[in-house]
């Protein structure tokens, strides 16, 4: 089974970037539809951003305009970029990667947006 590693979460200001990278444990990662999720403090997990296996692209309304997915098959990583990040923008993120009936989550990483 495919393991997940995420990276690159933070302290950031607000305006501030970062980029998520979540990267399989090997190659069969780049066939899996990946996901980007977030859950705040007191809230229920939702969909931020989602690419599948041929490249296809979700962005919650939250996300669109801002934050940017993108996988690298080579390396078996997807990416986060963040933009003009925003107080609200503070949870913990989690990639998950799914296939068929399989579902696999990452251990998440932390953002958050403040001054």
């Known amino acids: 089974q495919v393991g997940l590693v995420e990276s690159g979460g933070g302290l950031v200001q607000p305006g501030g970037s970062l980029r998520l990278s979540c990267s399989g444990s090997e190659s069969a990662f780049n066939g899996y539809s990946v996901g980007w999720y977030r859950q705040a403090p007191g809230k229920q997990r939702e969909l931020v951003a989602q690419i599948d296996s041929g490249g296809s692209i979700n962005y919650s309304g939250a996300a669109k305009g801002r934050f940017t997915i993108s996988r690298d098959n080579a390396k078996n990583t997807v990416y986060l970029q963040m933009n003009s990040l925003k107080p609200e923008d503070t949870a913990v993120y989690y990639c998950?990667?799914?296939?068929?009936?399989?579902?696999?989550w990452g251990q998440g990483t932390q953002v958050t947006v403040s001054s």
């Open positions: 998950q990667a799914s296939i068929t009936i399989f579902r696999i």
